[in-house]
């Protein structure tokens, strides 16, 4: 099983909003992603989580804040979000090793849209 | 930095028919991977196939196949016999990095469309 859940599905949200997107994984995977896509672009790294702690950050606004609160659950809390950040946002995870094959499984993702 | 290249922005193929959809790349770390993926419009990314820099053989998975040569910097996708449900972007992506530092760096796609 290569299941990786997101929810909500759909999200609209004002820009005063506070709201928070869920992602979850029981394939014992110790590394999970956030990545933000928009409309006919590739997907762009985010955060990055590591045994449930933060390796990497690319930069990303401090209107978005990551949480890792175990193994297998990873949420992104949004706050006083711009109209440029609607996108899908797309979770992954994939096993930790130190080399070899590391697919990452990626969930069906969140349409965020905000106004 | 490692980089992706798709020169394919869409293609239309027949039902039926093979198609292949190129990716090349640039490294000069002598371990890396390669990865395709397939996203419908629904969103979701889906894993295809991986090729090891030092694998031997080109990887196979049902109906698709990666064309990996190694001197030339590709790794191109092969898909046989084509469905409707082909249709979808297409993403080509190489590893970067190690252990929890690790992340993909994608192609810019490419978008299939399968014809009746």
């Known amino acids: 099983d290569t299941e990786v859940t997101q929810t909500p599905k759909h999200l609209v949200m004002g820009m005063t909003n506070k709201k928070s997107l869920k992602c979850e994984q029981h394939?014992?995977?110790?590394?999970m992603y956030w990545y933000k896509q928009k409309a006919k672009k590739p997907p762009e790294l985010m955060f990055v989580y590591s045994y449930e702690k933060l390796s990497i950050n690319e930069s990303v606004p401090s209107r978005f804040s990551p949480e890792c609160p175990n193994s297998s659950l990873l949420n992104l809390h949004l706050h006083a979000l711009q109209p440029e950040d609607s996108a899908l946002y797309l979770c992954?995870?994939?096993?930790?090793?130190?080399?070899?094959?590391?697919?990452?499984?990626f969930g069906p993702g969140t349409r965020l849209l905000v106004l | 930095a490692q980089k992706i290249t798709q020169t394919q922005p869409g293609m239309f193929v027949q039902e039926k028919e093979a198609v292949t959809l190129d990716c090349t790349y640039d490294t000069s770390d002598p371990s890396y991977g390669l990865f395709w993926y397939k996203q419908p419009s629904s969103g979701e990314m889906i894993f295809l196939i991986y090729q090891g820099s030092y694998d031997q053989q080109n990887a196979t998975e049902g109906r698709y196949s990666l064309n990996f040569q190694k001197a030339r910097k590709s790794a191109n996708l092969v898909i046989s016999a084509s469905q409707l449900g082909d249709s979808a972007m297409y993403f080509c992506?190489?590893?970067?990095?190690?252990?929890?530092?690790?992340?993909?760096?994608f192609g810019q796609g490419t978008r299939l469309t399968i014809n009746p």
């Open positions: 394939m014992g995977h110790r590394a």
């Open positions: 992506a190489m590893r970067e990095g190690a252990g929890g530092a690790q992340k993909l760096v």
């Open positions: 992954a995870s994939r096993r930790w090793t130190s080399g070899g094959q590391e697919t990452q499984y």
